[in-house]
């Protein structure tokens, strides 16, 4: 019987001629390039100045900017999500009305054809958690067939999902890049950013056919768009920004002092963190676009639509914020101090504090709102809740304006009455099921150690 | 200054000599995902192209070695799609066996690793032949070290198991010979 030493020793005897050639060597010596890579920039993110030099110098500094922003630990090469030759293309798939094929494609080796109809999706575990540090994802495809596939990728945390679609042609292989920066949240509540990514899917939405499939990797850069990036989408003619320690304030009017702007904004989220518990990190700095007119901010809410490739129906209120970006216009006469530039860009930070989209539902609507009014008491103009019935209050998925002042009550009266357990609150509606209009109260009372009834009937008492 | 970090400053020098420590343990890495000493030729002059030019923007030369062999896992996929993989062994004819003529057992073992999975067969070499402790091998293959440590000692089984079946194969059939002759 042979022991473990045995092996090991018959292991090395077997393979010591297993060594590079000296000629490798040399050749490597000798073929070193003097060209190297450009080393990372180190430091804070570009600043104001440093942007507006940016902008004015054309698209060849603006990927400088960009890459500024490759400031990954990571280094910078690409990763695979299915090592498609080291395991079996096909493992570790889940399938939703589509089936798999594993084969030998003469050009790429292993490859995985994928039979599905529209709503078919395939999903895997992601073997990376922090797809921050990487710029795009990559897939090599090929589709048979005779008509084109619109699909989409996703990307899941916990009940959120970051999603890019995209149409497929019939051809031959080709490499698909979709940019991190251009995904958008998944249409659900709940919202995540790219730093705990649990797992990924392609789906399809309409059309049939095999697609089949190679190497999908993630390639090195940054899933965050920079303010270069931004103000491009923002203001092709030409836009000023100024970042604060947690807000990108971005404008084309000129008389807009955006440092007193983002001082406004910086003491909403004080107030979100000192007084309602909302606090923690931001994955990317919240941006607030503030337009010359009610017309010039409609047309960006449209190109936004038409850059995520997403329908976002026309904003009604003078503030609007939608995936993650919080939008407003000027009024000469309140300038830095108009309120909604507050209420919109609270809504951006309960956005990536709480993982709850902004879509008019009554936790974003009550906790911006019940913020606004602290940082500006007059902006209340005398509301006061009437404590209306919550079945009431909460018939419909979204708050209607009239309503802001009482869905800010009831955080107001959590901060002043619950304060010790708003992080169990907070945890409870990221988390939870259903919608927030429906099982919002419920989730309170439950991370509070009651039942909706009872805490409405608390929040009538109070005061 | 250590190696990493100068090599990162443009010091030649300093990359030499991280070539040499480090150009066997990728080597064998690669020939064991490619199969094929040729290809793994070609892959490791492109790793070390690739980590020379790269270098710059590694922010963490402690990092090193496993940035290096996720660079060589990337070009031995290029160089698997170039060229079609095919079960071959991981020794040409050309480079002489040591005396596996009298040696079956050696002979035998290359041809149980051979038929191991590519990355089974990378933490087999990588630990048996470079002498590579657990830690080291999970940190460049991005395996938890107790999978590394449960793969190894499961191929060390499979290798022990099929080197003795062949050998009591062989016996058996020497000894049904012999008795042949006695009868």
């Not at chain 1, 990372?40 to 400088?64: D, H, K, S, T, Y």
């Not at chain 1, 304006?401 to 800010?408: E, I, K, Q, T, W």
């Amino acid at each position: 019987m042979r022991t473990t030493s045995d092996i090991e020793l018959l292991i090395a005897s077997a393979f010591s001629g297993l060594e590079p050639p000296v000629a490798v060597e040399e050749a490597i010596r000798d073929g070193l390039p003097a060209e190297r890579a450009r080393p990372p920039v180190r430091g804070r993110p570009v600043r104001a100045v440093a942007l507006v030099a940016l902008l004015a110098a054309g698209a060849v500094l603006v990927a400088r900017g960009r890459r500024t922003e490759e400031l990954a630990d990571e280094p910078g090469v690409p990763v695979a999500l299915v090592d498609f030759q080291g395991t079996e293309p096909g493992d570790g798939w889940s399938m939703n009305n589509a089936h798999l094929i594993e084969g030998e494609d003469p050009a790429r080796g292993r490859v995985l054809t994928i039979d599905a109809k529209g709503k078919g999706r395939i999903r895997r575990g992601s073997p990376v958690a922090d797809w921050g540090p990487y710029g795009a994802v990559s897939i090599f495809v090929k589709v048979e067939g005779n008509e084109a596939v619109e699909m989409r990728f996703l990307a899941f945390s916990g009940r959120a999902a970051l999603v890019r679609r995209f149409t497929l042609k019939p051809g031959g292989w080709r490499e698909l890049v979709l940019p991190l920066k251009d995904f958008r949240d998944d249409t659900g509540e709940r919202v995540c950013g790219f730093s705990r990514i649990e797992a990924f899917a392609l789906q399809w939405d309409k059309g049939e056919g095999a697609i089949t499939i190679d190497d999908p990797r993630l390639l090195p850069g940054s899933a965050r768009p920079t303010a270069a990036d931004r103000l491009a989408l923002a203001f092709p003619k030409g836009g000023r920004s100024h970042e604060s320690e947690h807000f990108v304030v971005m404008s084309d009017v000129k008389a807009l002092d955006l440092a007193k702007v983002a001082a406004r904004l910086e003491a909403g989220l004080k107030v979100l963190g000192d007084r309602y518990g909302v606090a923690g990190n931001f994955e990317d700095k919240a941006p607030l676009y503030v337009f010359r007119d009610r017309k010039a901010r409609d047309d960006f809410v449209e190109r936004i639509g038409e850059h995520f490739a997403v329908s976002i129906g026309q904003p009604k209120a003078d503030g609007f914020t939608v995936l993650g970006m919080a939008t407003a216009f000027y009024d000469a006469k309140q300038g830095a101090n108009r309120p909604v530039f507050v209420h919109e860009a609270m809504h951006a930070a309960i956005h990536r504090l709480l993982g709850i989209a902004s879509n008019g539902n009554w936790v974003q609507e009550g906790l911006a709102s019940a913020v606004q009014m602290q940082v500006d008491p007059k902006s209340r103009a005398g509301a006061e809740t009437k404590k209306p019935p919550w079945e009431k209050l909460f018939a419909s998925e979204t708050l209607p304006s009239s309503a802001y002042v009482d869905a800010a009550s009831i955080f107001d009266f959590l901060a002043e009455q619950h304060a010790a357990k708003l992080p169990a609150v907070w945890e409870a509606l990221r988390g939870g099921k259903g919608a927030l209009h429906t099982e919002g109260a419920a989730l309170i009372a439950g991370a509070l150690g009651t039942d909706a009834a009872s805490l409405e009937a608390e929040w009538r008492a109070w005061k | 200054m250590d190696d990493p970090a100068a090599a990162i400053k443009g010091d030649r020098e300093a990359f030499a000599r991280l070539y040499r420590q480090y150009a066997r343990a990728v080597f064998v890495d690669l020939a064991a995902r490619l199969g094929r000493r040729e290809d793994a030729e070609d892959a490791l002059q492109a790793t070390f192209l690739a980590a020379w030019t790269n270098l710059p923007r590694l922010r963490r030369p402690d990092r090193f070695v496993p940035w290096l062999f996720r660079i060589a896992r990337n070009k031995a996929k290029d160089q698997a799609r170039r060229r079609r993989l095919g079960l071959v062994t991981l020794l040409p004819a050309d480079v002489p066996a040591p005396a596996t003529a009298e040696r079956p057992d050696l002979e035998a073992m290359r041809a149980l690793v051979d038929g191991l999975q590519p990355k089974t067969r990378a933490i087999v070499l990588l630990r048996a032949l470079e002498g590579w402790s657990a830690e080291d091998v999970a940190a460049v293959h991005r395996l938890s070290v107790a999978t590394v440590r449960r793969r190894y000692a499961k191929a060390l089984e499979h290798l022990r198991a099929g080197l003795e079946r062949r050998f009591l194969d062989e016996d058996d059939i020497r000894h049904r010979a012999s008795d042949r002759v006695r009868l």
